[in-house]
């Protein structure tokens, strides 16, 4: 059975940082895309920041470049989103998700075309 667990979030001020955790167990890490996804209320989820072991490939969301790095760790099936410089349009409930199916793109998955597994979510405030 897949699992994700998100840890992390909070309430912080604009241009302070956070550091989302996704643990993760149920498959095999390197084989799948996995990523971070929002929904703030009233507006659709979109995919924040991705990685793809099998191709080697990040994403990340326009609105983020260059404030958010992703990262994971195989050893210990863990996947990060660093979070510099919020901003109040942060706020959202931050999703991690793993594609269903392995070896796609993360621009792919990010881009919210692939099916996907689903943790609890996290709530990330950003106050001015």
């Known amino acids: 059975e897949v699992q994700l667990v998100e840890s992390g979030g909070g309430l912080v001020q604009a241009g302070r940082s956070l550091r989302l955790s996704c643990a993760t167990s149920g498959f095999t890490f390197d084989d799948y895309a996995i990523g971070w996804f929002r929904q703030a209320p009233g507006k659709e989820r979109e995919g924040v920041s991705c990685?793809?072991?099998?191709?080697?490939?990040?994403y990340y969301a326009d609105s983020v470049k260059g404030r958010f790095t992703i990262s994971s760790d195989s050893a210990k099936k863990m996947v990060y989103l660093r979070m510099n410089s919020l901003a109040p349009d942060d706020t959202a409930v931050y999703y991690c998700a793993v594609d269903k199916a392995s070896y796609g793109s993360s621009w792919s998955f990010c881009r919210g075309w692939h099916s996907a597994h689903w943790g609890q979510g996290t709530q990330v405030t950003v106050s001015s």
């Open positions: 990685i793809s072991k099998s191709d080697s490939s990040k």
